[in-house]
C-alpha cells in the first residue's frame, strides 16, 4: 500500500529554525524565525502581575516575561516598559521601594533567586498605612 507524503506549504510560508547559543550566561536557547521576521522563544515565561505604582507606570495589570532568574525576569520588563524602567526597575535589580511576591508564599528583593516552574510572580511597592 501506498502512502502519500504530507504536502508542504508554499516556500515563503515555510520557518527558518535556528539554533542560538549564549556563551555569557551559558544557556542553550533554540528560537523559531518566521520567515516575516517574528521569533519565538523557547525560555521559561513567568506571569506578572503589576499592584499600584507598578501598574500606573506598565499600563497594564498583567503580563509574561521571560527568565530563570529573578533579575533576568526584571531585565525583560524592564525593556519592554519603559515606565518601569524610569521608576521601579533598574537594569536587573528593583529600585529601593519595590518588592515582589513570588506564588504568595514569600517577598523578596534579591535578583538571583532563582524561580521555579508555573510560579506567579507580584511586583508592587513598599507601602506603609492602613
Known amino acids: 500500500m501506498w502512502i502519500r507524503p504530507p504536502l ?3 516556500r515563503s510560508l515555510r520557518l527558518r529554525v535556528g539554533l542560538q547559543h549564549d556563551l555569557l550566561k551559558g544557556l542553550r536557547q533554540v ?6 521576521g517574528a521569533t519565538y522563544d523557547r525560555r521559561m515565561k513567568r506571569t506578572v502581575e503589576f499592584f499600584g505604582i507598578p501598574r500606573a507606570r506598565a499600563g497594564i495589570a498583567r503580563t509574561d516575561a521571560v527568565g530563570e532568574t529573578l533579575g533576568e525576569v526584571l531585565q525583560d520588563l524592564s525593556q519592554r516598559f519603559p515606565g518601569l524602567s524610569e521608576t521601579c526597575i533598574e537594569g536587573s535589580r528593583l529600585r529601593d521601594g519595590f518588592t515582589v511576591n513570588i506564588g504568595g508564599e514569600r517577598f523578596t528583593r534579591d535578583s538571583a533567586t532563582v524561580l521555579e516552574q508555573n510560579q506567579t510572580l507580584l511586583l508592587m511597592s513598599l507601602d506603609a498605612g492602613g
Open 31 to 36: 528560537s523559531v524565525v518566521i520567515a516575516a
Open 8 to 10: 508542504l506549504p508554499p
